[in-house]
Nanobody, 119 residues
């Protein structure tokens, strides 16, 4: 059974940092390009970032994210990460990990982790 468990979210002031983690199980993690997506209140899913199977190729939704967010992975730990720096109120959302949507999401979703950026 595929399981994705996100953690690391929280309440942070603008300009602050958070590191999100996603523990994956039930599939061969190293075989998959992985991604982070987010859903802001009242909005649909928005792709944030992806990385290839070994993390050496990374992609970000917009240029502003590339300068503030860093995606990485540890295949030995079956874990995906998202380091978020210089957070802005518009980054407030529930963050989810899943496979890279370019190749199709996995059927299972985790509960997500809430990130709230407010002063």
């Amino acid at each position: 059974e595929v399981q994705l468990v996100e953690s690391g979210g929280g309440l942070v002031q603008p300009g602050g940092s958070l590191r999100l983690s996603c523990a994956a199980s039930g599939f061969t993690f190293a075989d998959y390009a992985m991604s982070w997506v987010r859903q802001a209140p009242g909005k649909g899913l928005e792709w944030v970032s992806s990385c290839n199977w070994n993390g050496r190729s990374t992609y970000y939704a917009v240029a502003s994210m590339k300068g503030r967010f860093t995606i990485s992975r540890d295949n030995a730990k079956n874990t995906l990460y998202l380091q978020m720096d210089s957070l802005k109120p518009e980054d407030t959302a529930v963050y989810y990990c899943n496979a890279d949507p370019l190749y199709g999401f996995l059927e299972s979703w985790g509960q997500g982790t809430q990130v709230t950026v407010t002063s």
